[in-house]
């Protein structure tokens, strides 16, 4: 199988509709827990940029009595953060400064 390089059409792509530059790069792990009342999968990627907020959003448009919640680190350019999405709406936006006592705790939990 052959493989093409991106263009700059499909990186504007991905940023319009994902928000960042291409697909994630690889999945870390998938865990999916249940208990009486909920189902909750956790996926841990890589990905370049960005979090994939657009890309989330559209997700919870399509299901619209799921919450998406996700939480993202770019330890080069310094930025940490956790947003929760529902019906296309980002109900929880958090963004810490980077050395913040709250960025700290959220790079702690999601550095391995």
């Not at 991905?14 to 956790?42: M, P, R, V």
């Not at 939480?71 to 913040?100: A, C, H, T």
Request: proline share 4%; glycine share 4%; hydrophobic share 35%.
């Amino acid at each position: 199988m052959l493989f093409r390089s991106p263009t700059s059409a499909d990186v504007q792509w991905s940023i319009d509709n994902w928000g960042t530059k291409w697909n994630c790069d690889e999945e870390l792990s998938w865990d999916i827990t249940k208990d009486n009342n909920s189902t909750k999968a956790n996926i841990f990627y890589l990905t370049a940029w960005n979090a994939p907020t657009r890309l989330l959003i559209t997700a919870s448009k399509i299901y619209p009595n799921i919450t998406f919640q996700h939480e993202y680190i770019d330890d080069k350019m310094k930025f940490v953060g956790r947003q929760k999405i529902i019906n296309g709406n980002i109900i929880e936006d958090l963004n810490p400064d980077w050395y913040s006592k709250e960025g700290i705790e959220l790079r702690e939990l999601l550095m391995p």
